[in-house]
């Protein structure tokens, strides 16, 4: 496959009168990691909702693959590989670890494949298989986040979005997760990020594009952008 | 499969042996507590699934169990008397009851349906009193048709079939047929809860979104647990019908509905253990009040003692006698000295 594997082209989203993403384009290649920085409010989540069909459009097209999923069903896009780990770690507190990681593979049925991805999963989170029997709720913040990454791993997704993987995280954990989410991605997984904590986004990424109030205002290479004096002003806390 | 099977077959001898037992040693009294204990288990199990397991508040179990009740009712009165509208009770042949119970599930789940699409709009409270409106509205409708016999309701609604070796006993087969259903329920629930199935249900009372983002088709599985809940809530009420003989509009207020969540919340919301200890205690309380209530020629102390109950479980107990955990070997094991934890 030679084009982007995600493909937004001026993509508008309204919350009922409000105007959210305001004509949104943006794309993503094969094995990338690209993220997506920008303040509170605007609009960095609801274009993951967007993709993941949680959102729908009011206009312009989402193609994923090559295909336009603007109205296709988030279940389906599961299966299909397109698939995020939510905001706020959002696992389920009251199962178990393993049974957690379970539900990632909710859309799947090949049991000996799922089996096989558990233990893989076991494997790049060690912690994870420490705490397998324990609740999801009695762990640790960032923990739940490597959690929330692992589940949305056994889904076997080819392009994983992550909704603020560092939020409320302790710097050292936001290390390790970003350090995952590149093993994560040498392992084949294409990767749409969105942050807050634009100076290690950027650092783990390839490509950035910054949204102000709904709309893309720079785009470009990540190494370049954390040279960029717009960037650095406004989100890097320098100059 | 074929444990689900042969446990379905351990459970039928079980109630079978059962009813011989209580034929020949116990007293009527006791078999009638027995009854309705069994259907409200019945009850507390299916909505179980819906409050407990999916975490939707719904407070009208009560219509569902009306629905199956009447349908149940009339279903078995039309093939046993056909147009003979006078004369003694007689016994409900085999094929009549089960199809009668099959009907009135079925026609409560079609209702599930109905009432549990809007579910997917409502949350919490207004969910509540949705699903409580809709359980007023079906005895307020049943209460308006003459045709069925007004506030008086149905009557003669014939017994439950005999089986070899029992009958000569007013209790009849009662426990048998209305244990087989508990039994069958708690198998089913027992058997979703640790289903793939069960723990979507489970994620989307932790967090709906994240529940979505996994592929789980959170809207559907909320109408399948309603469905589900439902269809157990009918056959409840059709075993009711028959136990009875008769049934009223009014034996299906809400007040039923909300005992039903008591019974819930007393055991354990979202624990099958929790729901049957629960339907246990909120029969058998009043009841045991009741010869002090007449000793202290106090009238109304057993509904006084019961609220105090309830009161004191909120405060010292407020996740209910078993909180989230199941009666099983494994919670043995770490309670026994010793046990791993």
Redesign the interface.
Known sequence: MSGPILELADVNVYYGAIHALKGISLSVRQGEVVTLIGANGAGKTTTLATV?G?MRPRSGTVRYAGEDIGRV???QL??RGL????EGR??????TVE?NL???A??RRDKPGIEKDLQHGFEIFPRLAERRRQRGGTLSGGEQQML?IA??LM?QPKLLLLDEPSLGLAPLIVQTIFETIDKVNKEGVTILLVEQNARIALKHSHRAYVIESGEISIEGESAALLDDPRVKAAYLGEG | MAKTVGLLLAGLVACYGLNWFLAEFIEVVYVDYLNLIGIAIVLAVGLNVINGLTGQFSLGHAGFMAIGAFVAGLVSIQLTYGEMSSGPLELAGLGTFLLSLLLAGLAAAVLGVVVGAPALRLKGDYLAIATLGFAEITRILLTAQDSLGGPTGIKRIPKMPLLPGTGAWDGGTSVFWIFLVVFTIVLFSARLQRS?YG??L??I???E?????????AARMKVMAFVYGAFFAGIAGGLYAHYQHSVRPDDFTSIRSIEVVVMLVLGGL?SITGAVLGAVAVTLVPQLLRPLEEQLQVNGLSMVVYALLLILMMIFRPQGIFG?RELSLKLFRRILPGGRK
Do not use: D, K, W
Request: hydrophobic share 50%; glycine share 8%.
């Open positions: 993941c949680l069903a988030t279940h599961v299966a698939v995020m780990a939510p959002g696992i389920f507190p009251a199962l049974e379970r539900l990632g909710y859309a929330a589940r949305a889904s | 793939t723990r979507a489970i994620a009372r932790e967090n979104l994240a529940a979505e983002t996994m592929g789980v088709r979202g989230q």
